[in-house]
T-cell receptor, first 112, second 109 residues
């Protein structure tokens, strides 16, 4: 049973471009969480999704950020018009139930 | 003030020592997680607790719900235990997770 997969592992974008981060949950998991870890800071919750539904996006910036978890395919975290402050490691975690979480390896976004 | 506080922030131990990392939280929770993050950045979930105590190999995690406190213990520490250990709580009023800033552990041979 493959673990949570994230791609790309490293992503470089120029200011103003779009970044798309993908998360494939473990087989059978219908809950996905996205977290951001800024340099020298702790993890911060961004959004919690179930298939085709955003359950809680209270941790996501109101502008430029969006997330989806379609019926088929991976969950996508999209950042439009990236700025230097978006440079961070973005982790997703998947869960078969309400409490357990299995983390992906993360995507390290660098905005130049 | 952070919802989750960890101590110590940094910890250096000799191989074989018994290690304790503490976590205090100020919100009502439905579960508490201990996570391990290695220098490469990958995160592994070590424990999920809602009460009592759990043990896995040399790792032991305890939680006291009344005191809003949890501890992670490592017995017979080894250099491969060197990592950042993170405490995370899920609030009981929704889906939010709050994370401590982590304890950076270095075990010296």
């Amino acid at each position: 049973n493959a673990g949570v997969m994230q791609n790309p592992r490293h992503l470089v974008r120029r200011r103003g471009q779009e970044a798309r981060l993908r998360c494939s949950p473990m087989k059978g998991h219908s809950h996905v969480y996205w977290y951001r870890q800024l340099p020298e800071e702790g993890l911060k919750f961004m959004v919690y999704l179930q298939k085709e539904n955003i359950i809680d996006e209270s941790g996501m910036p109101k502008e430029r950020f969006s997330a989806e978890f379609p019926k088929e395919g991976p969950s996508i975290l999209r950042i439009q018009q990236v700025v230097r402050g978006d440079s961070a490691a973005y982790f997703c975690a998947s869960s078969p139930a309400l409490y357990e979480q299995y983390f992906g390896p993360g995507t390290r976004l660098t905005v130049t | 003030k952070n919802e989750v506080e960890q101590s110590p922030q940094n910890l250096t131990a000799q191989e074989g020592e018994f290690i304790t990392i503490n976590c205090s939280y100020s919100v009502g929770i439905s579960a508490l997680h201990w996570l391990q993050q290695h220098p490469g950045g990958g995160i592994v979930s070590l424990f999920m607790l809602s009460s009592g105590k759990k043990k896995h190999g040399r790792l032991i995690a305890t939680i006291n719900i009344q005191e809003k406190h949890s501890s992670l213990h490592i017995t017979a520490s080894h250099p491969r235990d060197s990592a950042v250990y993170i405490c995370a709580v899920r609030v009981n009023t929704g889906n939010q997770f709050y994370f401590g800033t982590g304890t950076s552990l270095t075990v010296i041979p």
